[in-house]
């Protein structure tokens, strides 16, 4: 007999700290994508505020933060009729499972970590072991759903790969009880570069406000930033090696405009970096403008954010159950 069963749609999951307004960076890294996959899969986006306190922010700002982020997220495009769209702070499941998976990952592997290693410098006063479990709390969020595929920057590679390991190791020990997710990076917008230093990668909480651009500057903002980013001297639109300022600048405009490089080099040939500076500015400025006028609208009616935030961990609490009470199960631990 033929079998009618629908198969299940592919599982696509990712969370992004509130530590600031998003950046162009975390646009073309990750939130463009997030939003592009919600047509196609079933996606569970998040609020990361668990990740987000192994810095110690603020705890005001945190909670203000976290309320903007999320409905910068419903902003984009991410319909909460379609998706789950939630806090990580209201599922219990997710710090739960970060625990029994801890017992899975190896301090070697976690010490080997280059944003561990990266904020430990960053945060040199303040090793907390939070900091060192990051990516075992990154991994109980990918595996609790299941999740095939992850859309993420460049950056956060490594720490899917640990997810991998660590899912691997627990399915060999105990039989197949993870999926093994795959990260979902894209071919361009994986790793935009600060605008003030084009070799490092563009960071919301870079203190030099020149270096970023939000989701949520204004037009003249943008303009003035992109003016003034670091290029080179060569005063020619061409991407090249060692052109790490007009490659990010062709990399944002590819982003906002889908022509590829080649099509940039011929429509700027001829054109100093001022013309292309400026039309970089406003592509980005057309980018933006349906979502901060979204935004505008969103972030006031605390209500429907709240009803909203309140589907999203229902629903993830139910899915994410399912695999904790199956780990619960598979490691011993005593049943009612
Ligand atoms: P922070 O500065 O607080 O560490 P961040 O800007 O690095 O934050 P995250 O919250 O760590 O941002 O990342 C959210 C998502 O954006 C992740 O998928 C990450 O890979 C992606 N991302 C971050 N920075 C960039 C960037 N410069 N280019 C492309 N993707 C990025
Ligand atoms: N560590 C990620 C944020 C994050 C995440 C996740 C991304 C937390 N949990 C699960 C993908 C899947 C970062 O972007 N810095």
Not at 60 to 68: F, G, H, M, P, V
Not at 177 to 206: R, Y
Request: one cysteine or more.
């Amino acid at each position: 007999m033929e079998n009618t069963a629908p198969e299940r749609k592919k599982r696509v999951l990712s969370l992004i700290q509130p530590t600031s307004v998003p950046t162009i960076g975390n646009y073309f890294g990750a939130l463009k994508n997030w939003k592009n996959m919600s047509e196609d899969y079933d996606c569970i986006y998040g609020v990361a505020d668990l990740h987000a306190i192994t810095v110690h922010p603020e705890p005001a700002l945190l909670r203000k933060q976290s309320q903007e982020m999320f409905a910068l997220m419903l902003a984009i495009g991410l319909d909460p009729e379609k998706s789950i769209v939630f806090f990580q702070s209201h599922v219990h499941t997710h710090s739960e499972l970060a625990w029994i998976l801890n017992c899975y990952a190896q301090f070697g592997e976690a010490s080997r970590m280059t944003q561990f290693k990266d904020k430990s410098q960053k945060h040199a006063g303040d090793v907390n072991v939070g900091l060192f479990d990051y990516p075992v709390l990154m991994a109980a969020d990918i595996l609790l759903y299941q999740a095939d595929f992850v859309p993420v920057g460049a950056d956060q590679k490594q720490h899917l790969e640990l997810a991998r390991d660590i899912a691997d190791r627990f399915n060999t020990r105990h039989g197949n009880t993870f999926t093994l997710p795959e990260p979902f990076i894209g071919k361009v917008g994986a790793k935009i570069a600060s605008l003030q230093d084009p070799t490092q990668k563009m960071s919301k909480s870079d203190t030099n406000p020149k270096a970023s651009v939000s989701l949520l500057d204004a037009p003249d903002t943008i303009i003035k930033k992109f003016k003034s980013a670091v290029t080179d001297s060569e005063a020619c639109v061409r991407y090249a090696e060692g052109k790490d300022g007009i490659n990010n600048l062709m990399s944002i405009y590819s982003c906002c405009t889908g022509k590829n490089f080649e099509e940039i080099e011929k429509e700027f040939d001829g054109k100093g970096y001022g013309d292309f500076k400026l039309a970089v500015a406003e592509a980005v400025v057309n980018e933006l403008k349906p979502v901060q006028e979204t935004y505008a609208k969103l972030i006031n009616d605390k209500a429907y954010l709240n009803e909203c935030a309140k589907k999203g961990a229902e629903s993830a609490l139910r899915l994410s159950y399912r695999t904790l009470a199956k780990v619960q199960k598979k490691v011993g631990l005593y049943q009612l």
